[in-house]
T-cell receptor
Framework: AQSVTQLGSHVSVSEGALVLLRCNYS??????LFWYVQYPNQGLQLLLK??????LVKGINGFEAEFKKSETSFHLTKPSAHMSDAAEYFC????????????FGTGTKLQVIP | DGGITQSPKYLFRKEGQNVTLSCEQN?????MYWYRQDPGQGLRLIYY???????QKGDIAEGYSVSREKKESFPLTVTSAQKNPTAFYLC??????????????FGQGTRLTVV
């Protein structure tokens, strides 16, 4: 079984400041990991994914995440926040073999303060 | 363009009525999923299906039913047994790529309101 924990249901940053959204996972085997973004009343859009290649993954809109097996973490970062980054962000995990069951964290709402 | 289509975008239901949410994908993905989203609770898995004519209960399957008669379609029925059906429902699909990766795509969601 796998699970995902996102620390902080709400995060506020100033425009131009570093964005750091935390995600820790639990899995019986090294999983595939994803970050998604959701704007109000819309579906989820894939930001980036880790599938056992490079541990530092670059995604869209300037976001990146680093897979750290020793810390079982996959934190999402962006050097400089933009107003358009305000949204809800979800971390997700799927096992690389067997049933394709995607498990999500509870989400982190990012507020960007002008 | 390939993608996942959910319909309708907004749906109103009277108490005691069953209602079916549509989810269609033209991505040729094997697996499909239904999630329920409530404020502060993230996405909770209702049902998922790996192949045609097979599906599994997720974490909150009570009061819901699904079918998978075709690869591209995975409709969700919210029955009258579901005590609190007002929520945002998301359909998703995944497919294992040849490189061992997995792509997951989402529809735009259906907001169901019980009146």
């Amino acid at each position: 079984a796998q699970s995902v924990t996102q620390l902080g249901s709400h995060v506020s940053v100033s425009e131009g400041a570093l964005v750091l959204l935390r995600c820790n996972y639990s899995s019986s085997v090294p999983p595939y990991l994803f970050w998604y973004v959701q704007y109000p009343n819309q579906g989820l859009q894939l930001l980036l994914k880790y599938t056992s290649a490079a541990t530092l993954v670059k995604g869209i809109n300037g976001f990146e995440a680093e897979f750290k097996k020793s810390e079982t973490s996959f934190h999402l970062t962006k050097p400089s926040a933009h107003m358009s980054d305000a949204a809800e962000y979800f971390c997700a995990v799927i096992l690389p073999r067997g049933y394709q069951k995607v498990t999500f964290g509870t989400g982190t709402k990012l507020q960007v303060i002008p | 363009d390939g993608g996942i289509t959910q319909s309708p975008k907004y749906l109103f239901r009277k108490e005691g009525q069953n209602v079916t949410l549509s989810c269609e994908q033209n991505l040729n993905h094997d697996a499909m999923y239904w999630y329920r989203q409530d404020p502060g609770q993230g996405l909770r898995l209702i049902y998922y299906s790996q192949i045609v004519n097979d599906f599994q209960k997720g974490d909150i399957a009570e009061g819901y039913s699904v079918s998978r008669e075709k690869k591209e379609s995975f409709p969700l029925t919210v029955t009258s047994a579901q005590k609190n059906p007002t929520a945002f429902y998301l359909c998703a699909s995944t497919h294992r790529t040849g490189a061992g990766g997995t792509e997951a795509f989402f529809g735009q969601g259906t907001r169901l309101t019980v009146v």
